[in-house]
């Protein structure tokens, strides 16, 4: 198996536990052991601590886990992150955050004004999805780690807040900005399954594809690399054949993702679960 070339640390990122296990300590004591402190406090349900725990696990499964070794190996793995990263955990996040501290952080006037524009972040949150599929961008944000990063932080952040600004309002207003993010996606993953080349260079060049792994692994594994002529070496697709099958999955889950948010969406305004009297609701 290609993944016994890497180490626990490669793998398993103890990093990324580390991090996803502080977060869970400060929810839960925000939540639980300091909650009294906030204004009209209600204790934690199972279902937010559920949704928080589920979006974590989530999270460190696509930049933790083997996961995020084989998105520099295969484009399929990377389509599998970018849905799950940038779509569902925003989502499971904003549902596991109880409604008393999405209140407090909204009372700021910057946070309200974003959270009244669902049309404008899903505009913002598409062009930047759009934006990091092309392939001149997808191969720089892969070469340099910095620029990934930050990218990776803002989409993800403009991602929660748009599913943020979905909490409480009525399903009419928000269904349309989540079909255009979806309609983009959708055409994104088709651009790639009908692309007659190879798109992404740091999936077919062996030089760009080890200028690559080398941010992500240390020198003795980057050494025992070195043999391999490039990614595709670890798998019996071709790159047009990844290509073709991640825009396929891409499509499959991101359908999926999106249909259980409306599900969601639409069950919790029925049961009226959602607070109806928060600032920018109508």
Known sequence: MFLSLFGFRELWSPGM????LFVLSIYLLITIK???DFKNSTPLSISEAFSFILALLFLYAVKG???????YLIYTAYTIQTVILFVLVPFLVVRGIPNYLLAYIRSTPFVSTLLCSPIYLSV???????CRQIPIVFDYLRLHETAES???????TCSFIFMWSMKGKRFNLVWKPLLL??????LVASIVFFSPVDLYKTYTDGAMWMQAMALCIPADTLNQLSAFSGPSLFTNMTPKQD???????IQVIQT??????LIAMRWNQKSRTFSTSQHCDD
Request: proline share 2%; aromatic share 14%.
């Open 256 to 261: 999926i993702i999106f249909g259980i948010i």
């Open 65 to 71: 886990a083997p996961i995020q070794i084989m998105t």
């Open 17 to 20: 536990m580390i991090v996803c």
């Open 34 to 36: 300091w909650r009294k």
């Open 150 to 156: 930050i990218y990776t932080i803002l989409l993800f």
């Open 181 to 186: 993010i979806y309609i983009v996606m959708t």
């Open 243 to 249: 290509q073709q099958l991640g825009s396929k999955l």
């Open 124 to 130: 913002v949150w598409s062009i930047l999805f759009v």
